[in-house]
């Protein structure tokens, strides 16, 4: 799945991974400990900008050649790591943060289950997890609660089994409605799967229904992608997210581009699709938030770029409290023996400085339509010269992306940073 994988993957996945899924490394650290626990500077500030939780679902019925997530299908992971009892073992970890918050947490305001595919767990097991959660931290009144999908893994009585277990909104791995172009991506789902299953999710009763698409794959012509673009409007969606195909080392995509049996993605096809994108969104009603998303704001992912906290549970998920960043341990049978062994699955861990907390506000901020306020920048001048450059717009104390600078959001930050 490519949830919110976009270029907020400039901080994301150099220091935390992308958001929406794990990515196939970790960073470098200091060592965790083994029960999890968190400095006091940390937990006392919890919730200040927000708590969300994520839990990270590993589970694959095959892989995509365009993925580099944390994520493994049943032959690649061998023993020792069972899918019937992860819901046991995300548990265990689930209380083990209980333990280390020790009530310090506000209710969960959002939770998000991503992957991997979750949707291959059972809707049961899906709903204990919204359970244990609830249990350990409580949930606010109106919580979002998301789960990803591939189409082909949903139908109309899972959906409503979901929704009834108090999902609220589900965000749907559609990728291209051209057959030759999921062909290159790996897909498994038809092209009129994803639509179909958007449809039967509204249905089913589901307040949110989001839409993934990917442009730029070797391939894909312009009417390839409008034709995505209108299908995914006409399913009645109120949220797409719309992300130029990136070519991760070590898969299976990468291989054929090295090997010349596809041509690399055009970042002038990519510029060229993101604005034909943000024409036939905004012309149907869904108003761009953050450079790749488009419609109803998704509340857990905006926890994210406004810096708040996060705990996440899972195989290679990442955590963030009060400036803490740790991350756990990738393969799903270490992270199981870890957590029967009562230990923290945690990796390592990183305590931001100011300037990295600070530079981090920067790239993930301005994304945002809502914009960056200006007293954040430490040579606000540059944001006067960019705004000449019609980069950047000035609306009263915050700089905002220009349609241009959008296109360029990687070249602004990165002028915007000491």
């Known amino acids: 799945m490519s949830t919110v994988r976009s270029t907020v993957g400039l901080v994301i996945t150099a220091r935390y991974g992308t958001l929406g899924g794990m990515p196939s490394t970790l960073p470098d650290g200091d060592p965790a400990p083994p029960d999890g626990s968190l400095p006091d500077s940390a937990t006392r500030r919890i919730g200040a900008s927000g708590f969300g939780v994520y839990v990270h679902v590993p589970f694959c019925a095959s892989r995509c050649g365009y993925c580099d997530f944390n994520t493994y299908t049943a032959a690649e992971l061998g023993g020792g790591a069972s899918q019937a009892a992860y819901v046991d073992t995300l548990t265990r970890e689930i209380e083990l943060a209980g ?82 172009v999921l062909k290159v991506l790996d897909r498994q789902h038809t092209p009129g799967r994803a639509p179909r299953a958007a449809v039967e999710a509204r249905e089913a009763g589901f307040e949110h229904v989001n839409l ?50 596809l041509p690399a993605p055009s970042d002038d096809v990519a510029a060229d699709r993101y604005l ?15 450079v790749s998303n488009w419609g109803e704001e998704c509340r857990h992912n905006l926890i994210y770029w ?25 393969h799903p049978a270490r992270y199981a023996a870890a957590l029967a062994d009562g230990l923290s699955p945690a990796a390592g861990r990183e305590t931001l400085t100011a300037d990295e907390r600070h530079m981090e506000e920067v790239m993930l901020r301005l994304r945002l339509a809502e914009g960056l306020p200006l007293d954040r920048l430490t040579r606000p001048a540059d944001a006067e010269r960019l705004a000449e450059d019609g980069l950047l717009r000035l609306d009263g104390d915050r700089a905002v992306l220009t349609l241009r600078g959008r296109l360029l959001a990687d070249a602004v930050v990165r002028d915007l940073l000491p």
């Open 306 to 330: 406004r810096g708040g906290d996060w705990w996440g549970f899972g195989p290679g998920a990442h955590s963030h409290v009060g400036g803490v960043r740790w991350w756990n341990v990738r």
């Open 99 to 180: 333990r280390v918050l020790g009530g310090a947490a506000p209710p969960a305001q959002t939770i998000f289950v991503g992957g991997g595919t979750p949707t291959l767990l059972p809707p049961g097991d899906l709903a204990r997890i919204v359970e244990s959660i609830d249990k350990t931290f409580g949930l606010a009144p109106d919580a979002e609660i998301t789960t990803e999908a591939n189409p082909e893994s949903v139908g109309p009585a899972s959906l409503r089994l979901l929704r009834d277990a108090g999902y609220t909104r589900i965000s749907l791995g559609m990728q291209s409605a051209a057959g030759h």
């Open 276 to 290: 034909a994108a943000d024409a036939a969104l905004s012309a149907a009603g869904l108003t761009w938030y953050e």
């Open 212 to 261: 993934d698409l990917i442009y730029a794959t070797p391939g894909e012509r312009a009417e390839d992608f409008a034709a995505s673009l209108d299908s995914a409007i006409a399913a009645g969606v109120d949220h797409v997210s719309a992300y130029s195909l990136i070519v991760e080392d070590g898969t299976r995509l990468a291989a054929r581009v090295r090997r010349g049996e």
